[in-house]
């Protein structure tokens, strides 16, 4: 499905739950890197975000 989505769009960027460290070594062995953190999620709730993203994605 990535591989679909990086065809589709270029190099990706995704939120992830910080507290689920499985999605996060999902993403890293896609090559994602953290480049910023969000103390809360999009709706306000204090769930720590992690912003990653691929090289070249903006």
Request: charged share 20%; hydrophobic share 35%; glycine share 6%.
């Amino acid at each position: 499905m990535i591989e679909f989505a990086q065809k589709q769009k270029g190099p990706l960027a995704v939120d992830v739950n910080e507290q689920n460290p499985q999605a996060c070594r999902f993403y890293e062995a896609q090559g994602f890197v953290t480049y910023d953190r969000s103390e809360l999620d999009s709706s306000g709730r204090p769930f720590p975000l992690l912003h990653m993203r691929q090289p070249g994605a903006p």
